[in-house]
């Protein structure tokens, strides 16, 4: 896509700041629908660059514009793409614009503005959204730019502040749960379903503490849109092992920990199924994370005995238990960001044929 000098920069997104848990399954997008979000986005008339940024705590589109274009535009065409009253995209959407993009970005691939403060998962899905982008030539100079030093301020947010204190991610904050629940990690048997960023977390988590009973399915294995991977190549990497998904359920009862994070629509663990599996270990406590949105398992299973079920927002308020230590720090790191955006954004607005 081309930019000109009449550009300008934008942001609309929906995220843990403004919306709950059932509210950002409604807007997000589906991962298969993704393709043709972005050719929709790509047909609006002024739009000059775009990028999609869709995780499981976020949807945020970033685009460049000339001319007389209004970003109500793109909501109304996120409401219909997603068949949702115009009134509540604008009211669990927020929206920057200029340096107020650029600060956000800095935040967001810092980790500043997570849900859990200082997850480290966030840069690499960052990347991922940007190179899917490119792929696309749905961005220009501005964006480019944009995206390649929000990369640069996260690594040096990470090198040189202490909003990672702790190597905060999910897999970490999985290990300290089934601690409590269970005493001891390397006697812990994992079932990871899917094959994303999330995933490999939690693999990496369990198998630098002792987890030698590391198992990944995932209903194909085949490509993973999550993470350009197959799920047997994920098992591959450490040293661990792969259940067809036609023996998932069946074996359920064989796990302590079982974390589900895919790009279903649909619930893919029932509370009736877990339910089946709880009779086989009766004495035996079962762990489960949710960790897709929209959620792989019905709610209700939370109630069947034994069962300790946690979803996205659940293991981020645990994961920021200890955040009042680190409150200078992510102070510390946005006051930097901040001024680190000012100067991008000044960079940017004084070359030709970028935004003024």
């Known amino acids: 896509m081309s930019t000109n000098s009449q550009n300008s920069l934008f942001l ?18 589906p991962t298969d629908s993704i393709r ?29 514009f000339n001319g007389a274009f209004s970003i109500d535009v793109v909501l109304k065409y996120l409401a219909q793409f997603r068949e949702l009253d115009l009134s509540f995209i604008k009211e669990k959407t927020y929206q920057r614009s200029g340096s107020e993009v650029v600060r956000h970005l800095f935040e967001v691939a810092s980790g500043i503005d997570s849900q859990m ?11 991922k959204a940007y190179d899917e982008a490119v792929e696309r030539d749905a961005t220009g100079k501005v964006l480019n730019r944009l995206f390649q030093k929000s990369f640069q301020a996260a690594k040096w947010a990470r090198t040189n502040t202490g909003i990672s204190r702790g190597q905060v991610n999910l897999g970490n904050v999985l290990c300290e749960l089934a601690r409590r629940i269970f005493g001891r990690i ?18 990496e988590a369990f198998k630098s503490r002792g987890s030698e009973a590391i198992t990944v399915t995932g209903r194909t294995f085949d490509w993973c849109p999550l993470s350009r991977r197959k799920p047997d190549e994920l098992a591959q990497k450490f040293d661990g092992f792969t259940l067809a998904y ?27 199924q877990v339910e089946e599996a709880m009779k086989k270990r009766p004495s035996k406590p079962l762990f489960i994370i949710d960790a897709s949105v929209p959620r792989n398992v019905e709610e ?37 960001l901040a001024k680190r955006a000012i100067r991008l954004w000044d960079q940017i607005k004084a070359q030709p044929s970028l935004p003024s």
């Open 12 to 29: 609309i997104g929906t995220s843990h700041q403004v919306a709950n848990l059932n509210e950002r399954e409604t807007i997000g997008l």
């Open 36 to 64: 043709e979000f972005y050719r929709g986005l790509e047909d609006l008339s002024g739009l000059d660059e775009c990028l999609v940024l869709n995780t499981c705590n976020r949807t945020e589109i970033y685009g460049t």
């Open 117 to 127: 403060v200082g997850e480290t998962e966030i840069l690499g899905q960052l990347k």
């Open 186 to 203: 390397d006697q812990c048997r994992l079932l990871v379903l899917g094959a994303g960023e999330v995933a490999e977390s939690a693999l």
């Open 246 to 272: 036609s023996k998932f359920h069946e074996s359920l009862h064989l796990f302590d920990v079982v974390l589900a994070s895919t790009a279903s629509a649909n619930p893919l663990l029932t509370k009736t």
């Open 300 to 336: 209700c299973a939370s109630s069947v005995d034994n069962v300790f079920l946690y979803n996205m927002d659940d293991v981020s308020a645990i994961a920021n238990e200890n955040l009042q230590s680190r409150l200078s720090e992510v102070d510390r790191c946005r006051v930097a």
